[in-house]
């Protein structure tokens, strides 16, 4: 059974902060991963996609790398802004389920 | 190019009753996923639509139903709402079947079952 882990729940730095954003996987045989953003109440905001046969994607100040025969991926966040305080969640599509499975997220305060 | 669009945002309804939300992908898409949001569940998948065909079905009962027209517009539908209901409805477009390209979410749906 294909399950997702993020790591911390929840994470308050001081602006300016580089900060890294933890997901884990069980089953590597995965399509691709992909990030997403969530403020309060609101819909999913995608930041990075990375298929299966790539390392990392980046995008602005978001570094996203996979790892997949650990099951591991990370997202980088440079110089935190309090912009940035939302949920962050990522999910993998799962060969053997053909959906997105989702972590629980992170949730992540910038505060001034 | 417009976004995910989901109407309507809010709905209230009681137990017993039934519901249609709607969503809109962005225009092209012709995948469409449906998730269910609860604080105690996180995101569930409820379905995948793709030219009209059920692709995919999600762990739900069969109270909890979908449909997807020739324009990629798809509806849910969910029958003798319980009070477990009460969640953000959030539906996802992509160009293709889900498996290869990036998911687009809309703002979704917060339906209230009192």
């Known amino acids: 059974k294909q399950e997702v882990t993020q790591i911390p729940a929840a994470l308050s730095v001081p602006e300016g902060e580089n900060l890294v954003l933890n997901c884990s996987f069980t089953?590597?045989?995965?399509?691709?991963l992909q990030w997403f953003r969530q403020d309060p109440g609101k819909g999913l905001t995608s930041l990075l996609l990375?298929?299966?046969?790539?390392r990392e994607q980046t995008s602005g100040r978001l570094n996203a790398s996979l790892d997949k025969s650990s099951g591991r991926s990370t997202l980088y966040i440079a110089a935190s802004q309090p912009g940035d305080s939302a949920t962050y969640l990522c999910?993998?599509?799962?060969?053997?389920?053909?959906?997105?499975?989702f972590g629980a997220g992170t949730r992540l305060a910038v505060h001034p | 190019k417009a976004g995910v669009t989901q109407t309507p945002r809010y709905l209230i309804k009681t137990r017993g009753q039934q519901v249609t939300l709607s969503c809109s992908p962005i225009?092209?898409?012709?995948?469409v996923s449906w998730y269910q949001q609860t604080p105690g569940q996180g995101l569930q998948f409820l379905f995948e639509?793709?030219?009209?065909?059920?692709?995919n079905k999600g762990n739900f009962p069969g109270r909890f139903s979908g449909r997807q027209f020739s324009n990629s517009r798809s509806e849910m539908n969910v029958s003798t709402l319980e009070l477990g209901d009460s969640a953000l409805y959030l539906c996802?477009?992509?160009?293709?079947?889900?498996?290869?390209?990036?998911?687009?979410f809309g703002p979704g749906t917060r339906l209230t079952v009192l």
């Open positions: 990375i298929q299966s046969s790539q």
């Open positions: 999910a993998v599509f799962s060969g053997g389920y053909n959906k997105l499975i």
């Open positions: 996802a477009s992509s160009l293709e079947v889900g498996r290869r390209g990036t998911q687009y």
């Open positions: 089953d590597s045989a995965i399509y691709n």
């Open positions: 639509y793709f030219s009209e065909t059920q692709r």
């Open positions: 225009s092209g898409h012709r995948s």
